[in-house]
């Protein structure tokens, strides 16, 4: 398959959100911002999901998604874009291995929540997407102990990078992650979905997990 390419120098670090972003909110900027910071990174991608065919109910169609996320963010560093969609990948690990072979040389962080990576251990490949990139981890209070002495915390304990070394990160070689805790906007695409059911909006799509980035796509868990 052909895909639509971003030109992007060697060496450029470029953070990864992946999500179904349905809908896009405050928080996933304020999520971008920081790791842009924090990470030193060049570029964020959110990259919207077509949605995991796992769940009876799909997300909204990709065209509105993506034209809401575009409307929320307008920034020359961050980018919105379908390439899941285009490469036809389903699970993380997938979607890594086509970035990397579509750009080379190319520094990917993985960005995810504190609430991911308590159940990253549920994902598919998960020890493979560890081994693959570097991976980001922003925490929002309330979520912070629980990462911490969760699974894929406690197996990769000697990759942790010390977060007064995020900076560092995009040029750590993989498996490594830091934990960064950061203030956040209580603010979640099942929240606001809720809100527009009980609203009389569309109550089909109230009930899909929420995360600031994206939960696994494997043993039966559903993306955001």
Not at 43 to 65: D, F
Request: aromatic residues 8%.
């Amino acid at each position: 398959m052909l895909l639509r390419k971003t030109y992007l120098r060697a060496g450029m670090r470029v953070g990864l959100l992946g999500g179904s972003f349905d809908p896009p909110h405050a928080g996933h900027v304020r999520v971008t911002m920081e790791a842009l910071r924090r990470f030193e990174l060049d570029q964020v991608w959110w990259l919207v999901s077509p949605g995991n065919p796992l769940k009876k109910r799909g997300p909204a169609p990709m065209e509105e998604r993506i034209a809401a996320a575009r409307a929320l963010i307008q920034h020359p560093r961050v980018r919105v874009t379908d390439f899941e969609a285009q490469a036809g990948t389903r699970y993380t690990a997938e979607t890594l291995a086509q970035l990397q072979g579509s750009y080379p040389g190319i520094r990917f962080v993985w960005l995810m929540g504190a609430d991911n990576l308590v159940q990253f251990n549920r994902w598919d490949n998960w020890k493979q997407i560890m081994a693959t990139v570097p991976v980001g981890v922003l925490a929002r209070p309330g979520d912070r102990i629980s990462a911490r002495t969760s699974v894929a915390a406690r197996v990769f304990r000697s990759a942790r990078l010390p977060a007064k070394a995020s900076h560092l990160l995009a040029l750590s070689k993989p498996p490594s992650w830091c934990f960064v805790n950061m203030p956040m906007v209580d603010l979640s695409s099942t929240a606001i979905r809720a809100a527009r059911a009980a609203q009389g909006g569309d109550a089909a799509t109230a009930d899909h997990e929420n995360s600031t980035c994206r939960p696994n796509a494997g043993e039966g868990i559903g993306r955001v």
